[in-house]
């Protein structure tokens, strides 16, 4: 799925087979299949000629470049696999303070670490890893220098990394100006015959902007559901169309349109991680008519401001003095009136527990509405104070004296 979005293809060895949408099913042309298909079946390999397959040095992910993270690249991606379990292996078989970066380190038989190769392959058994939909471990044969692969096979997978990197690169540019994007698909947009690719400018002039045509409107309402919100720029990236609209579970009121990425951020992701790092998260909450004039946030925000809180302000004590780290929150469970949360700090080995009341819960969203309401008067187009008072912006609460 994370493919289709950015490319819209299925890469079966070197071959990119398009996937068609039609009325939200996804298909492939029978033909398309059919011709993979024979090209798989005449595939040859010789096991008998190998190459040996050089396991790069080890990269952190945050100091790639963003035009090289996640490029095709099956030795990177083999590679990936071995560090990932080189340092498992390191961290399970050491405590804390001898814990060090030889994991990522190739030694013996050409493996990072004190990783085997038995023991990667152990590991990798029933994970059913794939590169082109095709089993690399499989082919690999083993000398006391490192792995191999037959030839043609390598060939195959060098082959593969030129083809998607063809389609990545074709599926960049906006369908409208032919501005490049970024690589990961943020400019893909679905459309009833699949994605297409439009860049924020394009998106907003092709869809609607969304000025709170539906609130105070119930989602379970007649007027929601004769009314689409695909025609609606997302009003929180303001980058993507929006295809559904977005409610409030616990008052029921219609939010506003969100495309697919805002949508899931706020259903699934952890509530504090999208209060703390989603802009426009909390003015977006409050399109809610029930929210906004209790000036509350629904039930699942309360706990998330609560646990944010305590990462704030608590610290656990090292010879009287405050620990420099933020702890670590977790095990939330709401238990007589309170929310109780288990904190640690890796550092210092400390775990103690805490608890927050619902009404210390209540008011710490309060204040985080408040708030969130004098950023968003302070960002305002209009910033006289006088203005503000006389003529807030829509739906927003006046000033209580
Ligand atoms: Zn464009
Ligand atoms: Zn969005
Ligand atoms: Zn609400
Ligand atoms: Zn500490």
Redesign the pocket.
């Known amino acids: 799925m994370v493919r289709l979005r950015q490319h819209g293809h299925f890469v079966l060895g070197d071959i990119a087979v398009r996937c068609y949408e039609y009325r939200s099913k996804r298909t492939y042309d029978e033909r398309d299949i059919r011709r993979a298909a024979q090209v798989f079946a005449d595939f040859r390999l010789d096991p008998g000629d190998v190459i040996e397959v050089q396991v790069p040095p080890y990269r952190e992910r945050d100091d790639q470049d963003p035009e090289e993270r996640g490029r095709a690249d099956w030795r990177e991606r083999v590679a990936s696999w071995m560090y990932w379990h080189a340092r498992d292996k390191h961290q399970l078989e050491r405590p804390h303070e001898e814990r060090d970066d030889n994991w990522q380190r190739i030694g013996v038989g050409g493996m990072p670490g004190e990783l085997t190769w038995e023991e990667f392959i152990a590991a990798s058994s029933g994970s059913r890893r794939s590169i082109g939909n095709t089993r690399p471990l499989e082919l690999v044969t083993r000398s006391d220098s490192g792995p191999f692969l037959p030839r043609a096979y390598a060939d195959l997978l060098d082959r593969w990394e030129q083809v998607t990197e063809e389609i990545v690169a074709k599926a960049r540019i906006?369908s409208?100006?032919r501005?490049q994007g970024p690589r990961w698909g943020a400019w893909r947009t679905p459309s009833p015959l699949g994605y297409i690719t439009?860049?924020p400018?394009?998106s907003g002039a092709t869809f609607q902007r969304y000025t709170g045509h539906l609130r105070g409107v119930l989602y379970e309402s007649a007027r929601t559901r004769s009314t689409r919100a695909d025609g609606y720029l997302c009003p929180m990236c303001a980058e993507t169309r929006a295809p559904v609209w977005d409610h409030c579970y616990d008052r029921g009121y219609v939010r506003g349109p969100l495309c697919g990425s805002c949508n899931t951020c706020e259903g699934k992701s952890p509530a504090h991680y999208f209060l703390r790092d989603k802009e426009g998260s909390a003015l977006h909450l409050l399109e809610c008519c029930g929210c906004l004039e209790r000036r509350t946030l629904p039930a699942r925000y309360h706990a998330a401001l609560a646990r944010m809180h305590l990462e704030a302000t608590e610290r656990h004590l090292i010879r009287s003095r405050r620990c420099r780290r933020e702890p670590r929150v977790e095990n939330i469970e709401l238990d007589h009136g309170a929310y109780r949360f288990e904190l640690s700090c890796w550092w210092h080995d400390a775990r103690w527990p805490k608890t927050v009341t619902v009404v210390e819960a209540a008011m710490l969203v309060r204040e985080f509405v408040d708030q969130a309401f004098a950023d968003a008067q302070s960002n305002a187009v209009v910033p006289a104070p006088r203005a503000a008072s006389d003529n807030p912006s829509p739906g927003w609460p006046r000033e209580t004296p």
């Open positions: 906006c409208r100006c501005a439009l860049c400018p394009c």
